[in-house]
């Protein structure tokens, strides 16, 4: 009768596994039937259940995971001290960890994972992000220094609204949403779970200011870094929760999301963001070209920048290396060929909309 069982569930996983595996190698199917199918009402749905926790139920699931695989090496090892281990225990032991790592493998695609694999935004808009050139990199630092030097005239008001308020955040960019499906209508975004990390201060210490929990929904963020990248780092999480995967897609949303807002603090994080990332890719073509641009950066936001870097220059530590291979290693296998340099590529996707819909659309 065991026997039986243990055919079945594993038939059965295995059956799953396969054909998630083929799911993920049909982004027309995953766009149309779980993108703009399952996944919504079940994203809604998970916020809905858990976005008015206060604290982030994916940290503690977190926690309890780290803590039963502890529980499991240390009951492991002393089975093996009392000399109790048998071959055919130690197999099912391993057998049964299989089992449960290839469950939450299949779990993580179907709660959110597929959006990986979707065509997103290339489809939505239309546009072809293959090729660009040097000069395009160019136009569009040129076109985002001018939006900053509109925004940035107001430097004190950009002062006085600067805030670490996870709620006022929250709500900021709730409306900021809301104003951009006015003119996209996939950005109609329903019920907000956003949660600080229970690490608090110490999340700093990963290097990373965002991310989303994909057993949950709950996006969770680091409110103690330098104000003034909250606002788009929020709108970031929330295109994730929309069901962008891809890192530079989620920059590209979170950047029509924020920059639809009334609030100048989040038009200013969102320009400034998307102009130190267009910025790294000119010193990468022309080192000359970007230098130039460097030297007009406006005062408030070199003096933002020195900031942010000072911050994480303090938290840097000998973790780091391995905690940013493990990321790229995580982007690499979840469709994201270049890594951690995955969030540069929302270069492409302004300077695709910018030809698109023309260069003073950005």
């Known amino acids: 009768m065991q026997n039986r069982k243990n055919l079945f569930r594993w038939s059965a996983v ?5 054909t998630t595996e083929w799911i993920k190698g049909n982004p027309e199917w995953v766009e149309k039937y779980y993108a703009n199918g399952v996944y919504p009402p079940l994203g809604k749905a998970m916020r809905f259940l858990l976005g008015w926790i206060p604290f982030s139920v994916g940290d503690v699931l977190i926690g309890l995971s780290i803590g039963a695989a502890i529980w499991w090496l240390v009951k492991g090892f002393r089975t093996w001290r009392a000399g109790r281990a048998t071959r ?28 990986y694999y979707r065509l997103g935004s290339a489809a939505i808009f239309q546009m072809n992000t293959a090729e660009y050139s040097t000069a395009d990199v160019d136009t569009l630092v040129s076109m985002l220094h001018k939006r900053l030097t509109v925004i940035c005239a107001d430097s004190a008001g950009l002062e006085a609204l ?20 006015q003119r ?13 990390n229970m690490l608090g201060p110490l999340q700093s ?3 990373y200011g965002g991310y989303l929990f994909p057993f949950t929904g709950e996006a969770q963020v680091d409110f103690y870094v330098p104000a003034f990248v909250l606002p788009f780092t929020v709108c970031h999480e929330m295109a994730h929760q929309q069901g962008f995967g891809s890192e530079s897609e989620a920059n590209m949303v979170g950047f029509l999301a924020a920059r639809a807002s009334k609030n100048p603090l989040f038009v200013y994080s969102a320009y400034s963001d998307m102009h130190g990332y267009a910025l790294r890719e000119l010193y990468r073509r022309d080192t000359l070209l970007a230098s130039a641009w460097k030297e007009r950066i406006p005062g408030i936001l070199a003096k933002d920048r020195r900031q942010l870097a000072a911050y994480y220059q303090e938290r840097r530590n000998p973790a780091q290396p391995l905690l ?9 296998n979840t469709n994201q060929p270049e890594g951690i340099q995955s969030y540069n590529r929302v270069v492409a996707w302004l300077i695709a909309y910018g030809k698109k819909y023309g260069w003073n659309a950005i």
């Open 184 to 196: 996209y209508p996939f950005m109609t975004f329903r019920q907000q779970s956003l949660k600080p």
């Open 14 to 18: 295995l059956v799953l596994l396969a």
């Open 162 to 181: 600067k805030t670490n308020d996870r709620r006022r955040l929250g709500a900021e960019a709730m409306q900021a949403w809301e104003v951009a499906a």
């Open 324 to 332: 940013d291979w493990v990321y790229n290693r995580y982007l690499l």
């Open 205 to 207: 210490y990963t290097g």
């Open 88 to 115: 055919n225990g130690t197999l099912a032991r391993a057998a049964n960890l299989l089992y449960v790592l290839l469950i939450g493998y299949l779990l993580f695609h179907w709660l959110w994972g597929l959006n």
